[in-house]
């Protein structure tokens, strides 16, 4: 009896065992996989990283009242761990259910804590990595958007085009034919081409103001299609209609020619014209320079003016901003600037503004001496009187700051090389160089403008008469021809040959005899006939003043760029993309040229 007694109790003991321990072991590897849950999901309108599981559910959480809940339970996590539940229903009491889910949480996953936090961080950097992922698809759709946006407008402009350049052709022969009927014949066609070609050009005249043509258009061009049409069967004179034609060619084209001497006259006078920043800075300067003591408007190291040690530059020139680019270029672009001695000359009109401005920036460790062209006593009145004998309305030409370049042996009578500027140049790179070519007994070196497949395309017989007999026995048309604006001379050979005399008795020459046309260019060519030595290509790139398809790659590369034509970079008139090279030389954050309201 003891013993079945015995073994009742030992089975009791073994179900009790079994009860306890089974669901130990049941729940074991359920809440490791709990422990691997990661939650990557990020809301961008709220603050708190929330965890999503991958692979199992949170089911081991009961809910008291689960079956009223309208929705599933939003889990969210801050950096220490679950912080709060957001329930979708809108019927329970979120403090009560919040405070017994964080509880029934925490207790569930107190064991394993320092897992937990650990594939949380694990999950927060696979969120971060993400992120970069999205980024670069969103950026992606963004092009693929952009394109698409470009090629739409693209194609519009297309569409446009073509239809405003059939809506003109309509235009044109519908005056024709209107051209064509007289009083009596075909009123009513007569009446039908005056308001279909009225509404034609108010639809031009619209289009050319908005992006889009309006959508009438359309049924515009095939309505005047069908009345050009009427208009065809009315008219069968061919040869009227071709008198009639060539007229209006005619007229068209003397048309086209005014508006060009229009155009080309407003260039001119643009390009002549001194924009109001700039006089306002001249003014603010001369009265600065006016207030200034004798001793005050001295430039430091005069001594330096004619050592022949140095690194002598000249320019002529009235312009304050393009005299400060030139030396400025110049000095920045030097090995040695110390070495440099720069020889400005101006008139006396803005001798005071010149001269103060670089009293106020002097060029770092470079000498500079401002002087007045009226300074020069040789410079006779005689000279002047012959200048306006040339009847040129070109003030470049009738300058004596443009034709003092032809007195350099007269001016610097101490020096025995300089290299002399056009005020509208800028320096890029050292040229000390240029002091090292051989000029093998001539005075004068340059870069040549004698080919005809590049845009700097100069000749002789462009400017030179050549029906002369004086040009035809002394010249040659097909010599090279040269550029101003970087010119090296050897002042020694130049006094040597006397080409200043020279110069002199071409001018009178020019005077009583057709040999050139109204320019210092052919001057300069045949004062310096046979005394020109080539210089490489890369020593001067030209055109920035009035051509706009020069290779970026010759710009960037030449050592001296230059904006000859009419079109300066200190101009509204500049051509834009090559401004950059001459403004970046420019103090636009000084006081004064921000009192004179003078922007890049």
Not at 244 to 256: C, F, G, S, Y
């Amino acid at each position: 009896m003891k013993k079945r007694y015995r073994q009742q109790r030992i089975l009791i003991l073994s179900l009790l065992s079994f009860s306890f321990f089974a669901p130990i072991v049941w729940l074991s590897p359920k809440l490791k996989t709990l422990n691997s849950i990661g939650l990557y999901e990020v809301r961008e309108d709220l603050a708190s990283v929330k965890y999503r599981t991958d692979d199992f559910k949170l089911n081991a959480i009961e809910q008291k009242g689960a079956e009223d809940l309208n929705g599933p339970k939003l889990i969210a996590l801050n950096e220490n761990g679950f912080s709060s539940v957001v329930s979708r229903s809108s019927d329970e009491n979120p403090d009560s259910n919040q405070s017994k889910v964080a509880q029934d949480v925490s207790k569930l996953l107190a064991t394993n804590d320092s897992e937990t936090n650990d594939e949380g961080k694990d999950g927060y950097q696979i969120q971060q990595k993400k992120m970069p992922i999205r980024s670069r698809k969103q950026e992606q759709f963004n092009q693929e958007a952009g394109r698409h946006h470009r090629n739409s407008q693209s194609q519009s402009h297309r569409v446009k085009d073509k239809k405003l350049k059939k809506i003109s052709y309509q235009l044109s022969r519908a005056k024709v034919y209107l051209s064509l009927a007289s009083p009596s014949t075909y009123p009513e066609l007569e009446n039908e081409l005056r308001m279909r070609i009225k509404e034609g050009e108010l639809a031009v005249g619209k289009a050319s103001k908005d992006s889009e043509l309006p959508r009438s258009a359309s049924q515009k061009i095939r309505s005047m299609g069908v009345l050009l049409a009427k208009a065809n069967h009315a008219f069968t004179d061919c040869l009227e209609i071709a008198e009639t034609l060539r007229a209006m060619a005619n007229d068209t084209e003397e048309q086209v020619q005014v508006e060009k001497n229009d155009e080309s006259y407003l260039i001119q006078l643009a390009g002549r014209t001194t924009p109001k920043g700039l006089h306002c800075l001249s003014i603010r300067l001369t009265t600065e320079y006016l207030l200034l003591q004798p001793e005050e408007r001295q430039f430091p190291n005069q001594h330096k003016l004619q050592d022949l040690d140095f690194y002598h530059y000249a320019v002529f020139s009235d312009e304050i901003l393009a005299c400060a680019v030139v030396v400025n270029s110049t000095t920045a672009s030097a090995k040695e600037p110390e070495k440099i001695v720069f020889h400005v000359v101006t008139d006396s009109l803005n001798l005071r503004a010149i001269s103060m401005w670089f009293l106020l920036n002097p060029p770092g460790k470079a000498t500079i001496d401002v002087q007045s062209v009226e300074n020069f006593e040789w410079l006779s009145t005689e000279y002047s009187s012959a200048l306006k004998e040339q009847n040129s309305n070109d003030p470049s030409y009738t300058s004596a700051l443009s034709h003092l370049r032809f007195y350099l042996a007269d001016i610097f009578p101490a020096l025995d090389k300089i290299v002399l500027f056009d005020h509208d140049v800028v320096v890029q790179k050292d040229l000390t160089g240029l002091w090292s070519v051989n000029l093998n007994g001539k005075v004068h070196a340059a870069v040549e403008t004698c080919h005809e497949s590049e845009a700097s395309f100069h000749s002789m017989h462009l400017f030179m008469n050549f029906l002369d007999q004086f040009s035809a026995k002394r010249l040659n048309a097909s010599v090279c021809a040269w550029a101003f604006g970087m010119n090296f001379f050897n002042l020694q050979e130049w006094r040597r040959q006397n080409l200043t005399n020279l110069y002199r008795d071409y001018l009178q020459l020019g005077l009583k005899r057709p040999l050139w046309k109204t320019d210092s260019l052919p001057l300069g060519w045949i004062t310096f006939y046979n005394q020109t030595v080539a210089l490489e290509k890369s020593w001067h790139a030209f055109g920035l003043g009035h051509n706009s398809g020069l290779s970026q790659g010759d710009i960037e590369h030449a050592a001296v760029i230059h904006y000859d034509g009419i079109m300066k970079p200190w101009l509204e008139i500049g051509i834009a993309e090559y401004k950059g090279y001459w403004s970046k030389h420019v103090q636009y954050d000084h006081p004064y040229l921000q009192e004179c309201n003078i922007h890049e």
